[in-house]
């Protein structure tokens, strides 16, 4: 499950089926469907939006819905294939691969730029904000929404220990902090209208969020921080507490919106 830090690799991976099972699993929750749909308000009913890290094109299907027209880029061969394929045959969603830094557009050539949990994973995001600029036309909407990894806690008698976990899980992610720092980032990309909201998922559902317990402990454990009794004795009291109903997740994501001049 360490390995799923690495989506910008998911073509070298080992077992490229995890990615794609672990995205359906995230993607399936209904709290994260929810604030999926929040982050198509800014593009109403544009005409083209370019959907950045599209993944398997779960939201580039949803917001075609919306919009006249989405495409999809990514920079997984294999993600981009599983897209297609679950698109079929519809003509307002198209999909390629490419990298956030050099997209397959013209100039101020879309009316919308959305990428979701992309870019915790870049590591130059002022790269990709820039090329976000020139492909937007003037007054195109940008809306990127990410994790804070900082932002991860959990229901824990073991203060510290749990400090040591979480710290070690945000540092491992190429951007795991990426996410405070945007509004800046477009701020000096000459981005106007720049607005930062803060969604709290907060969950007691450990069948369906326990996962994130293993994530951080593999995750802690593979960064040489913790060690290894440590976490063993870290992952067996939230599986405790998965058992006997104490157990919570909570981390934040920050969505940021702004207008291209």
Do not use: K
Not at 112 to 131: K, V
Not at 234 to 254: E, I, K, Y
């Amino acid at each position: 499950m360490d390995e799923l830090r690495h989506f910008d690799r998911v073509d070298a991976a080992r077992d490229q089926s995890a990615f794609l099972e672990f995205l359906d699993r995230v993607d399936a929750l209904p709290d994260v469907a929810a604030y999926r749909a929040r982050t198509y308000e800014p593009f109403g009913s544009a005409g083209c939006v370019v959907d950045v890290g599209c993944g398997t094109g779960t939201a580039a299907r949803e917001l075609a819905s919306r919009v006249e027209r989405v495409v999809g880029v990514d920079v997984s061969e294999t993600m981009i294939e599983v897209a297609r394929e679950r698109t079929g045959d519809r003509t307002d969603v198209h999909f390629e691969v490419a990298d956030a830094s050099s997209l397959p557009l013209g100039d101020r050539s879309v009316d919308g730029y959305r990428a979701e949990r992309l870019f915790q994973h870049l590591a130059d995001p002022a790269a990709a904000i820039s090329e976000a600029r020139r492909v937007l036309r003037p007054g195109g909407q940008i809306c990127v929404i990410d994790q804070d990894w900082d932002t991860l806690i959990f229901a824990t008698d073991d203060v510290e220990t749990t400090r040591q976990v979480t710290a070690a899980m945000a540092d491992s992610v190429a951007g795991g902090t990426a996410a405070r720092n945007l509004a800046a980032v477009l701020d000096g990309a000459g981005f106007t209208e720049v607005t930062v909201r803060a969604d709290a998922s907060v969950s007691r559902d450990s069948g369906s969020y326990g996962f994130v317990s293993d994530l951080a402990a593999d995750m802690a454990a593979a960064s040489g921080r913790v060690d290894q009794q440590s976490v063993d004795l870290w992952r067996a009291d939230q599986r405790a507490r998965a058992r006997n109903d104490t157990w919570l997740v909570s981390f934040t994501f920050l969505v940021t919106t702004a207008a291209a001049a």
